[in-house]
C-alpha cells in the first residue's frame, strides 16, 4: 500500500488538527509561503503542527528552498518561530545560482539514514560546494542578515507608506528582503508586473494578485527608494485603467 499525501488548509489549525493523527509520518511546510503569495504561516499553526508532531512521533519538515540561506534576516525563517525542525531543505541560493541542495538533519534523524539510501546527481560537486561555503563565509563576514533586516523593515515601510497613497493596494507582508505586495486584482497585478519590468526593476508575479519582491542581498536605500518611485508611477498610471478594462468586461 501506497502511503497517502494529506494536504492541510493554510494556518487553518482546526483542519491540521483533524487530520493529524498517529499514521502521520511527517508534515512540512514553507513557514513563509514563497509561491504562494508571500504569506507566513501563523505562530499557532506552527506551534500546533510541532506540537502534534512530537506527540504522534512524526517528522516536522521546513521547505527553505526560497526563504533559506538569510532571505529572511535570519539563516532560516523557521527561527523566527523558536521552533526546530527535523528535516530543513535548502536549495536555491545556496551555491549563489549554481545547481545545488542540501537536506539538514537532526541527530536523531540522521542515524537512520546510511550511505546509498540519499543521494542527487546535483550534490556535493566541488565547484558548488567551494561558491555555497563561500557565500556563508561572506555573509558572516559582511554581516549580510543584519543588513537584510535593517534594509528589509525600511523596504516594507516605504510600501506601507505606498498603500496608504494607492486603495490598490490591499496589504504589505514578509519578513527581511522577502516582501510581497497585495493588488486589487490579478490584472492589475500582472500590468504592475510587466511595466516594472521594462523600466528595469525586476520583480515577480506570484498567486496572481502578488507582487513579489526579492531585491539581492547587497540591496541599499537609493535602490529602494527607485523601485518605489517607479511602482508609484505605474500604479497611478494603471489603476484606473486596469479597473475600466474589468468593468467592461462585466457588462
Not at 545556496?94 to 542515524?111: D, N, Q, R, Y
Request: hydrophobic share 45%; proline share 4%.
Amino acid at each position: 500500500m501506497v502511503p497517502g499525501v494529506e494536504f492541510v488548509q493554510f494556518n487553518d489549525v482546526a483542519d491540521l488538527v483533524r487530520k493529524f493523527d498517529s499514521t502521520v509520518c511527517a508534515i512540512g511546510f514553507e513557514f513563509l509561503q514563497g509561491e504562494g503569495g508571500i504569506r507566513p504561516v501563523s505562530r499557532e499553526f506552527a506551534e500546533t503542527a510541532h506540537k502534534l508532531a512530537r506527540m504522534h512521533n512524526a517528522l516536522l519538515i521546513a521547505d527553505e528552498i526560497q526563504s533559506g540561506m538569510g532571505r529572511t534576516g535570519r539563516w532560516f525563517a523557521y527561527q523566527h518561530y523558536g521552533i526546530q525542525p527535523d528535516l530543513v531543505t535548502v536549495a536555491k541560493p545556496i551555491a549563489g545560482g549554481l545547481p545545488l541542495g542540501a537536506l539538514l538533519a537532526t541527530e536523531k534523524v540522521s542515524e537512520c539514514i546510511h550511505p546509498g539510501m540519499h543521494g542527487t546527481t546535483f550534490g556535493g560537486g566541488p565547484l558548488a560546494c567551494a561558491v555555497a561555503l563561500q557565500l556563508v563565509t561572506i555573509l558572516q563576514k559582511e554581516k549580510l542578515l543584519n543588513h537584510v533586516q535593517k534594509i528589509g523593515g525600511y523596504l516594507v515601510e516605504q510600501l506601507q507608506k505606498l498603500q496608504k497613497k494607492h486603495r490598490a493596494i490591499r496589504e504589505v507582508r514578509g519578513v527581511g528582503l522577502m516582501v510581497g505586495l497585495e493588488l486589487a486584482s490579478a490584472d492589475l497585478a500582472k500590468e504592475v508586473f510587466q511595466q516594472m519590468l521594462k523600466r528595469g526593476t525586476i520583480v515577480n508575479r506570484t498567486d496572481e494578485t502578488v507582487i513579489r519582491l526579492l531585491p539581492p542581498f547587497i540591496v541599499n536605500k537609493q535602490h529602494i527608494d527607485t523601485a518605489i518611485r517607479q511602482l508609484d508611477q505605474v500604479l497611478a498610471q494603471n489603476t484606473s485603467a486596469v479597473a475600466a478594462n474589468a468593468a467592461g468586461r462585466n457588462q
